[in-house]
């Protein structure tokens, strides 16, 4: 039986209460908001570990972004997942999901055969939850979205996993090779090893491809390859709070208050 490759595709992302977004380039600016690992990506790679602790196999971290984004890639490998590959190009800036998922298969490609591979719902800062669905279109193979548990088949033919509907959950199966959409919160990502810690931070298990290395269209990737724009910022509007003071003596402030409760039912 051929090893289990599992691709857990991981973006870092600022944190969502310190976005800013450039009123000239219309692009998110980073310089001043602080980063981390996308909180459902993480629940995306504890799914591919609990298939490598009950498979065997190996676990590859696939990014795209700058070159800051190791450190962070690394508490993955310190985690449990083997190997870590970052696309990493200025012409990648300002990519939408296209863009983004083409420069992503890319790299997947390059990396070689896989039986899975995972993401996150969505991103904190896009929340599209454009690029999993995008992935399985590149690629030409099918999809699990919104999974919150997976098995994979005996001869690891099929994944089949389950999502939550609404009174209920119902049960889905697909062929191998697929991608596996997890849903956030769906399960608690667990700590680093700090045993494979030591070896995860060492820097002789991350693999940087530019984008000559992957042999890319110039116009597909970046903005050239981005058809989404952002054409404007505006503030969203603030709705104040309803309130309405009531005096009196008890008795009359329990009527007033039924009073109240009775208009706005």
């Not at 676990?59 to 590959?85: C, K, T």
């Not at 970052?86 to 890319?106: E, M, N, P």
Request: proline share 8%.
């Amino acid at each position: 039986m051929p090893e289990l490759h599992s691709i857990v595709c991981m973006k870092i992302t600022p944190k969502p209460e310190e976005i800013r977004v450039d009123p000239q380039t219309m692009l998110l600016d980073r310089e001043t908001a602080r980063s981390e690992i996308n909180p459902p990506d993480m629940n995306a790679l504890e799914m591919a570990l609990v298939l490598k602790d009950q498979h065997g196999g190996r676990v590859s971290v696939l990014s795209m972004g700058p070159p800051f984004f190791e450190p962070y890639l690394r508490v993955g490998l310190a985690m449990g997942a083997d190997w870590v590959y970052l696309l990493s190009d200025r012409k990648f800036a300002g990519a939408d999901t296209l863009a983004t998922t083409y420069t992503l298969v890319q790299g997947i490609k390059q990396i070689g055969e896989f039986d899975l591979i995972f993401c996150g719902e969505e991103s904190s800062d896009g929340a599209t939850g454009q690029v999993p669905p995008g992935l399985a279109e590149w690629l030409d193979i099918g999809q699990l979205t919104l999974i919150n548990l997976l098995e994979i088949s005996d001869r690891q033919q099929f994944a089949r996993g389950r999502r939550e509907v609404k009174g209920g959950y119902e049960i889905l199966e697909v062929p191998l090779p697929a991608v596996v959409s997890v849903k956030t919160a769906s399960n608690e990502p667990r700590f680093m090893d700090y045993d494979r810690k030591p070896w995860a931070f060492s820097g002789d298990n991350i693999t940087v491809w530019t984008s000559a290395d992957l042999d890319l269209d110039p116009q597909l990737i970046g903005l050239p390859g981005s058809p989404t724009i952002v054409t404007g910022l505006a503030d969203a509007p603030i709705r104040g709070r309803r309130r309405r003071f009531v005096t009196g003596r008890p008795d009359e402030i329990a009527q007033k208050l039924a009073d109240l409760i009775g208009e706005a039912l």
